[in-house]
């Protein structure tokens, strides 16, 4: 997967996220808060949309059984090189700033990818109360 393919799985993620009102209970629990605050928030949010992409791939594979190990690794290796806050300071800064993150580090958003993809269980996909 390249490009828009490697973003596709993390926005149905986050179009399930609005689906239920995460994001909007999310966006008012940010209001008011400092910016490292907030971004911690934003970073469990961006956490949780990767969890349901996995999610969302557990049950693709089972209904239409069109996915092998390869393409999971795949989507997981793309999401954590396109979006990990960790890669993308250390590409474009030279160094990482943890309070400036908004999406998790590459490790973390290919951890909860894959517990959403090995388990398609929702009730472990709770990014807020996690320890991270």
């Known amino acids: 997967m390249h490009g828009l393919a ?4 993390n926005e149905i993620g986050h179009h399930v996220q609005n689906q239920l009102g995460i994001l909007d209970k ?31 791939a557990h ?9 092998d190990a390869g393409d999971i ?10 979006v990990g806050d ?17 999406h998790g580090t590459s490790a973390q958003r290919k951890e909860w990818f894959k517990k959403g993809w090995e388990t ?4 472990v996909g709770d990014t807020f109360n996690a320890e991270l």
């Open 120 to 123: 398609g269980d929702l009730e």
């Open 59 to 67: 049950f693709a594979q089972e209904m239409l059984n069109t996915l």
């Open 6 to 9: 490697d973003q596709i799985p």
């Open 73 to 82: 690794d795949e989507a997981m290796n793309a999401a954590a090189a396109a």
């Open 86 to 102: 960790d890669r993308l300071q250390k590409q474009y800064q030279v160094w990482v700033v943890p309070d400036a993150f908004t």
């Open 26 to 56: 999310i966006d008012s629990q940010k209001s008011g808060l400092s910016k490292t605050k907030a971004n911690k928030l934003t970073v469990r949010l961006e956490l949780q949309a990767d969890f349901l992409s996995g999610m969302w």
